[in-house]
């Protein structure tokens, strides 16, 4: 999969020029961008492919299961602990991890993080025997590791480990150039994964799609194309009228002459609208919304107050 813009072209360069380098890797962007993407380019290209890359979510469990996961524990240290357990920096041993959500991590974790990093030794929960191990750890955040060390959320000290090379992934809106790209690869995939036979693009709907300011970035896109290529009959081109109505709204606002506000203010207008709309039809259940607009729940609440959607509110 290519890249137009002259970011993401930058973005591929540092990641071809890290990915054969055994130094950590931090991925800062946007919900949705395509951070676990990057994090298998590099580690395909690293050398180290014949050991699959371990993912882990750092947001989706508790300290407790986390430290279990990411470090293993023996029999019987804890109430369900049946049977040892490796984890999965010694499943990743010669290969890669991938922690996503890295901010999410307590202080306690941080600590055995940065000590792995440092000496590469793991030890198990309940456990006395350390293991020495080689992985390359690349990690990733949608906040400013920077802010969250100064606001004292975040070890300074793991943070520079994590730091030694670190990669910005601009959000899709600011590289629109990227758009039909990316929606031929998707509709690419979809096309073999449902058994569809999509047979491309029309230029209306290309239009529509590199005019829309995708809050949802990546992720989003790749719904939309999902559904468009579900949604297509056997050979037909995916045109605007296979894409979401928001999609055609917003290439009316940027086609309309004069108007109130700039084009992004226009923009603003829309999500407002896309958003409320997937509220309304999950019943105002945030996550259920955020799933459907390919976001993630904390962003999507943001977006949520900052256009006034709380319920209750115009």
């Known amino acids: 999969m290519g890249f137009r813009s002259a970011a993401m072209q930058r973005v591929m360069e540092l990641v071809r020029l890290v990915a054969p380098h055994r130094v950590a890797v931090l991925l800062q962007g946007e919900t949705g961008t395509g951070k676990e993407v ?40 804890f109430t369900g602990a049946v049977a040892d357990h490796p984890g ?72 520079y480990r994590l730091n030694s090379f670190t990669v910005d992934i601009p959000p899709l809106r600011d590289r629109p150039e990227d758009v039909p790209e990316l929606a031929l690869y998707f509709l690419e995939l979809f096309n073999r994964t449902l058994r569809r036979s999509a047979s491309g693009i029309a230029p209306d709907a290309v ?18 194309m999902e559904r468009s290529v579900l949604l297509s009959r056997p050979g037909e081109v995916v045109s605007r009228r296979l894409l979401p109505p928001v999609l055609g709204s917003t290439l009316a606002l940027r086609n309309e002459p004069g108007g109130d506000g700039s084009l992004r203010a226009r923009l603003d207008r829309v999500e407002r609208e896309f958003i409320r709309e997937a509220l309304e039809r999950h019943g105002g259940v945030l996550r259920r919304a955020a799933v459907a607009l390919g976001m993630d729940p904390v962003t999507l609440g943001r977006r949520v107050r900052r256009h006034g959607l709380w319920k209750g509110d115009s």
């Open 38 to 77: 990057l994090a298998r380019i590099l580690h395909r290209l690293s050398g180290r492919g014949d050991v699959p890359l371990v993912v882990q979510d750092c947001g989706a469990l508790s300290e407790t299961l986390l430290e279990s996961e990411l470090f293993g524990h023996v029999k019987g240290s």
């Open 207 to 224: 239009d529509a799609l590199r005019a829309y300011a995708w809050p949802g970035n990546v992720r989003e896109l790749r719904n939309v």
């Open 88 to 159: 999965l920096f010694v499943l990743a041993n010669g290969g890669t991890i991938f922690l996503d959500e890295i901010e999410n991590t307590t202080a306690n974790l941080q600590a055995k993080l940065l000590r792995v990093l440092e000496t590469g030794d793991v030890r198990p929960v309940g456990g006395t025997q350390v293991r020495h191990v080689d992985v390359r750890v690349v990690a990733a955040s949608n906040k400013d590791m920077g802010e969250e060390v100064r606001a004292g959320r975040f070890r300074a000290d793991l943070f």
